[in-house]
Protein backbone atom coordinates (compact mmCIF):
# COMPACT_ATOMS: atom_id res chain seq x y z
CA UNK A 1 0.00 0.00 0.00
CA UNK A 2 1.58 3.36 -0.81
CA UNK A 3 0.81 6.00 1.86
CA UNK A 4 0.97 9.95 0.82
CA UNK A 5 -0.92 12.03 3.53
CA UNK A 6 -0.88 16.38 3.60
CA UNK A 7 -4.07 18.35 4.42
CA UNK A 8 -4.18 21.39 4.02
CA UNK A 9 -4.26 22.63 7.28
CA UNK A 10 -0.30 21.08 7.40
CA UNK A 11 0.88 23.76 5.17
CA UNK A 12 -0.51 26.76 7.25
CA UNK A 13 0.53 25.30 10.17
CA UNK A 14 3.98 25.38 8.87
CA UNK A 15 3.91 29.19 7.83
CA UNK A 16 2.89 30.13 11.25
CA UNK A 17 5.71 27.90 12.67
CA UNK A 18 7.91 29.87 10.62
CA UNK A 19 6.54 33.44 11.38
CA UNK A 20 6.61 32.55 14.80
CA UNK A 21 10.40 31.13 14.45
CA UNK A 22 11.92 34.47 15.68
CA UNK A 23 9.76 34.10 18.93
CA UNK A 24 11.47 31.56 20.54
CA UNK A 25 14.99 30.81 21.50
CA UNK A 26 14.90 27.01 21.08
CA UNK A 27 12.73 24.17 20.04
CA UNK A 28 11.08 21.09 22.11
CA UNK A 29 10.67 18.60 19.59
CA UNK A 30 8.77 15.88 20.34
CA UNK A 31 9.01 12.23 18.97
CA UNK A 32 7.31 9.10 19.69
CA UNK A 33 9.77 6.16 20.82
CA UNK A 34 8.67 3.72 18.72
CA UNK A 35 9.45 5.44 15.72
CA UNK A 36 12.63 7.71 16.06
CA UNK A 37 13.78 8.50 12.64
CA UNK A 38 10.10 8.32 11.56
CA UNK A 39 9.05 11.26 13.59
CA UNK A 40 12.14 13.16 12.40
CA UNK A 41 10.34 15.84 10.31
CA UNK A 42 12.35 17.30 7.33
CA UNK A 43 10.54 20.79 7.83
CA UNK A 44 11.58 20.95 11.59
CA UNK A 45 15.33 20.10 10.47
CA UNK A 46 15.06 23.30 8.71
CA UNK A 47 13.53 25.26 11.32
CA UNK A 48 16.35 23.75 13.61
CA UNK A 49 18.68 26.32 11.65
CA UNK A 50 20.30 28.43 14.19
CA UNK A 51 17.58 27.39 17.17
CA UNK A 52 18.72 25.14 20.03
CA UNK A 53 16.47 21.92 20.52
CA UNK A 54 15.63 19.91 23.04
CA UNK A 55 14.62 16.41 21.62
CA UNK A 56 11.54 14.31 23.83
CA UNK A 57 11.52 10.47 23.42
CA UNK A 58 7.83 10.43 24.77
CA UNK A 59 5.64 7.77 25.46
CA UNK A 60 8.86 5.48 26.29
CA UNK A 61 6.80 3.37 28.63
CA UNK A 62 5.50 1.64 25.14
CA UNK A 63 9.31 0.78 24.77
CA UNK A 64 12.14 -1.58 26.41
CA UNK A 65 14.21 0.38 28.44
CA UNK A 66 17.21 -0.49 25.92
CA UNK A 67 15.66 0.43 23.02
CA UNK A 68 15.38 3.75 24.19
CA UNK A 69 18.94 4.19 25.53
CA UNK A 70 20.29 3.36 22.40
CA UNK A 71 18.71 5.91 21.34
CA UNK A 72 19.29 8.23 23.53
CA UNK A 73 22.96 6.73 23.25
CA UNK A 74 22.40 7.47 19.15
CA UNK A 75 21.45 11.20 19.93
CA UNK A 76 24.54 11.97 22.21
CA UNK A 77 26.65 11.17 20.11
CA UNK A 78 25.39 13.65 17.29
CA UNK A 79 25.26 16.19 19.93
CA UNK A 80 21.86 16.28 20.59
CA UNK A 81 20.01 17.49 23.86
CA UNK A 82 17.40 14.77 25.02
CA UNK A 83 15.37 13.61 27.57
CA UNK A 84 12.75 10.94 28.10
CA UNK A 85 9.17 11.07 29.08
CA UNK A 86 6.02 9.61 29.15
CA UNK A 87 2.96 12.34 28.77
CA UNK A 88 0.47 10.66 30.43
CA UNK A 89 2.26 9.98 33.72
CA UNK A 90 1.20 13.04 34.87
CA UNK A 91 4.77 14.72 35.46
CA UNK A 92 7.23 15.91 32.41
CA UNK A 93 9.13 18.29 34.65
CA UNK A 94 12.45 16.61 33.40
CA UNK A 95 11.39 18.86 30.07
CA UNK A 96 11.17 22.30 31.89
CA UNK A 97 14.60 21.50 33.37
CA UNK A 98 16.10 20.27 30.31
CA UNK A 99 15.23 23.15 28.60
CA UNK A 100 16.74 25.47 31.33
CA UNK A 101 20.30 23.67 30.94
CA UNK A 102 19.83 23.95 27.20
CA UNK A 103 19.72 27.54 27.39
CA UNK A 104 21.21 28.08 31.00
CA UNK A 105 24.43 30.25 29.59
CA UNK A 106 21.99 32.93 28.02
CA UNK A 107 19.81 32.46 31.66
CA UNK A 108 23.42 33.08 33.22
CA UNK A 109 24.35 36.09 31.40
CA UNK A 110 20.87 37.84 31.97
CA UNK A 111 21.67 36.86 35.64
CA UNK A 112 24.60 38.52 35.89
CA UNK A 113 23.59 41.72 34.69
CA UNK A 114 20.44 41.46 37.35
CA UNK A 115 17.97 40.78 34.53
CA UNK A 116 15.35 37.63 35.28
CA UNK A 117 14.60 36.18 31.84
CA UNK A 118 12.19 33.42 30.85
CA UNK A 119 12.93 30.93 28.11
CA UNK A 120 10.17 30.47 25.37
CA UNK A 121 10.08 27.74 23.07
CA UNK A 122 8.14 26.09 20.36
CA UNK A 123 6.67 22.69 20.40
CA UNK A 124 7.24 20.48 17.26
CA UNK A 125 6.05 16.96 16.10
CA UNK A 126 4.39 14.79 13.88
CA UNK A 127 0.61 14.34 14.57
CA UNK A 128 0.07 11.98 17.37
CA UNK A 129 3.48 12.35 19.39
CA UNK A 130 1.78 13.86 22.57
CA UNK A 131 3.07 17.34 22.24
CA UNK A 132 -0.11 18.51 24.01
CA UNK A 133 -0.59 15.68 26.45
CA UNK A 134 3.02 16.90 27.40
CA UNK A 135 2.67 19.95 27.64
CA UNK A 136 -0.73 19.33 30.08
CA UNK A 137 1.64 17.29 32.38
CA UNK A 138 3.54 20.31 32.68
CA UNK A 139 1.32 22.89 33.51
CA UNK A 140 -0.02 20.02 35.48
CA UNK A 141 -4.04 21.63 33.59
CA UNK A 142 -5.38 20.67 30.48
CA UNK A 143 -5.11 24.05 28.86
CA UNK A 144 -3.92 22.52 25.81
CA UNK A 145 -6.57 20.47 23.57
CA UNK A 146 -5.27 16.80 23.14
CA UNK A 147 -6.70 13.90 21.40
CA UNK A 148 -6.20 10.76 19.70
CA UNK A 149 -6.27 11.38 16.14
CA UNK A 150 -3.54 13.11 13.83
CA UNK A 151 -4.28 16.86 13.77
CA UNK A 152 -6.34 17.74 16.98
CA UNK A 153 -4.19 21.47 17.97
CA UNK A 154 -4.66 23.22 14.65
CA UNK A 155 -3.94 26.85 16.01
CA UNK A 156 -1.21 28.39 18.07
CA UNK A 157 -1.64 28.32 21.86
CA UNK A 158 0.98 30.33 24.82
CA UNK A 159 1.04 28.26 27.93
CA UNK A 160 3.63 29.00 30.61
CA UNK A 161 5.60 27.33 33.35
CA UNK A 162 8.17 27.89 35.62
CA UNK A 163 9.86 30.95 33.81
CA UNK A 164 9.19 28.73 30.60
CA UNK A 165 6.86 29.91 28.03
CA UNK A 166 5.58 27.14 25.19
CA UNK A 167 4.07 27.63 22.20
CA UNK A 168 1.68 24.65 21.04
CA UNK A 169 1.52 24.15 17.24
CA UNK A 170 -0.20 21.38 15.26
CA UNK A 171 1.03 18.42 14.54
CA UNK A 172 3.17 18.36 11.09
CA UNK A 173 4.09 16.61 8.60
CA UNK A 174 5.65 17.09 5.57
CA UNK A 175 4.54 17.44 2.02
CA UNK A 176 5.48 13.44 0.23
CA UNK A 177 7.38 10.52 1.87
CA UNK A 178 9.82 8.99 -0.03
CA UNK A 179 10.43 6.31 1.97
CA UNK A 180 6.85 3.93 1.92
CA UNK A 181 8.70 2.87 5.53
CA UNK A 182 8.50 5.60 7.37
CA UNK A 183 4.90 6.10 5.91
CA UNK A 184 4.04 2.87 7.62
CA UNK A 185 5.89 3.39 10.90
CA UNK A 186 3.59 6.68 11.03
CA UNK A 187 0.84 5.17 10.19
CA UNK A 188 1.03 2.13 12.46
CA UNK A 189 1.91 5.02 15.79
CA UNK A 190 -1.62 6.87 14.61
CA UNK A 191 0.26 9.97 13.13
CA UNK A 192 -1.91 9.81 9.74
CA UNK A 193 -5.19 9.59 9.21
CA UNK A 194 -6.63 6.30 9.62
CA UNK A 195 -9.70 7.16 7.27
CA UNK A 196 -7.03 7.84 4.44
CA UNK A 197 -5.87 4.16 4.93
CA UNK A 198 -7.22 0.90 3.99
CA UNK A 199 -6.57 -0.42 7.44
CA UNK A 200 -6.63 -3.87 6.10
CA UNK A 201 -3.82 -3.67 3.94
CA UNK A 202 -1.96 -1.82 7.01
CA UNK A 203 -2.69 -4.14 9.27
CA UNK A 204 -1.40 -6.81 6.87
CA UNK A 205 1.39 -4.86 6.47
CA UNK A 206 2.16 -4.61 9.92
CA UNK A 207 2.00 -8.00 10.79
CA UNK A 208 4.48 -8.93 8.13
CA UNK A 209 6.86 -6.58 9.65
CA UNK A 210 6.51 -7.20 13.24
CA UNK A 211 6.67 -10.62 12.98
CA UNK A 212 10.41 -10.25 12.02
CA UNK A 213 11.26 -7.98 14.55
CA UNK A 214 9.28 -10.21 17.36
CA UNK A 215 8.40 -13.53 16.31
CA UNK A 216 6.78 -14.20 19.66
CA UNK A 217 4.67 -11.08 19.60
CA UNK A 218 1.45 -12.36 18.30
CA UNK A 219 1.70 -15.68 19.76
CA UNK A 220 1.92 -14.15 23.20
CA UNK A 221 -1.31 -11.90 22.41
CA UNK A 222 -3.63 -13.89 20.81
CA UNK A 223 -2.44 -17.56 21.78
CA UNK A 224 -1.90 -18.51 18.02
CA UNK A 225 0.03 -20.56 16.31
CA UNK A 226 3.73 -19.11 14.40
CA UNK A 227 3.62 -18.72 11.25
CA UNK A 228 5.87 -16.87 8.35
CA UNK A 229 2.55 -15.50 6.42
CA UNK A 230 0.74 -12.60 7.58
CA UNK A 231 -2.47 -13.35 6.28
CA UNK A 232 -2.42 -16.78 7.92
CA UNK A 233 -1.54 -14.78 11.37
CA UNK A 234 -4.19 -12.37 10.65
CA UNK A 235 -7.20 -15.16 10.35
CA UNK A 236 -5.80 -16.95 13.42
CA UNK A 237 -6.32 -13.61 14.99
CA UNK A 238 -9.81 -12.72 13.80
CA UNK A 239 -11.02 -16.54 14.50
CA UNK A 240 -9.35 -16.21 18.33
CA UNK A 241 -11.13 -12.89 18.73
CA UNK A 242 -14.20 -14.57 17.38
CA UNK A 243 -14.32 -11.61 14.59
CA UNK A 244 -16.34 -12.85 11.83
CA UNK A 245 -18.60 -11.52 8.80
CA UNK A 246 -21.26 -12.78 7.10
CA UNK A 247 -20.58 -16.03 5.85
CA UNK A 248 -17.94 -16.70 8.43
CA UNK A 249 -15.60 -15.28 6.78
CA UNK A 250 -12.91 -12.96 9.08
CA UNK A 251 -14.32 -9.81 9.71
CA UNK A 252 -10.98 -8.16 8.11
CA UNK A 253 -11.96 -4.61 8.97
CA UNK A 254 -12.60 -5.20 12.95
CA UNK A 255 -9.72 -7.24 13.25
CA UNK A 256 -7.42 -4.58 11.22
CA UNK A 257 -8.47 -2.08 13.26
CA UNK A 258 -8.09 -3.89 16.37
CA UNK A 259 -4.52 -4.93 15.98
CA UNK A 260 -4.00 -1.29 15.17
CA UNK A 261 -5.28 -0.25 18.21
CA UNK A 262 -3.60 -3.27 20.45
CA UNK A 263 -0.39 -1.61 19.42
CA UNK A 264 -0.97 1.89 19.62
CA UNK A 265 -2.24 1.29 23.11
CA UNK A 266 0.64 -1.45 24.37
CA UNK A 267 -1.06 -4.12 24.76
CA UNK A 268 1.25 -5.98 22.47
CA UNK A 269 3.75 -5.63 24.18
CA UNK A 270 7.33 -3.19 24.04
CA UNK A 271 7.78 -3.07 20.81
CA UNK A 272 9.87 -0.47 18.93
CA UNK A 273 9.87 -0.35 15.31
CA UNK A 274 13.38 1.21 14.57
CA UNK A 275 16.84 0.92 16.02
CA UNK A 276 19.85 3.28 15.74
CA UNK A 277 21.82 1.71 12.77
CA UNK A 278 24.79 0.92 14.63
CA UNK A 279 22.11 -1.60 16.59
Same mark, same amino acid.
Given at each position: ?9 ? /???? *? !? ?11 ? #? ?24 ? #? ?19 ? $? ?7 ? %??? /? ?7 ? @? ?7 ? =?? +? ?12 ? !? ?8 ? @? &????? !?? $?????? /? ?5 ? &? *?? $? ?10 ? +? &??? &??? @?????? $? ?5 ? #? ?24 ? #? ?5 ? *???? =? ?27 ? *? ?19 ? %?????
Amino acid at each position: MIIQWFPGHM /TKAI *R !MMEDNLRLVDALI #YVIDARAVSSCINPVFEKMLAGKRAL #YVFNKCDLVEPSDVSHWCEAF $KREGKSYVK %AVG /TSGDCSQIV @SGLKQLMAD =KI +DKYAQKGAKIGVRA !MVVGVPNSGK @S &TIINS !MI $KKSKAV /TGDRPGV &T *RG $KQWLSVDGVDFL +D &TPG &TLW @SKFEDQ $KVAHHLA #YIGSIKDDVLDESELAFDFIDEVKEL #YPDCFKL *RYGI =KESKYALEIFNAIAAARGYKAKGGDPDYD *RTARMIIDEFRKGKLGKLSLE %APPQF
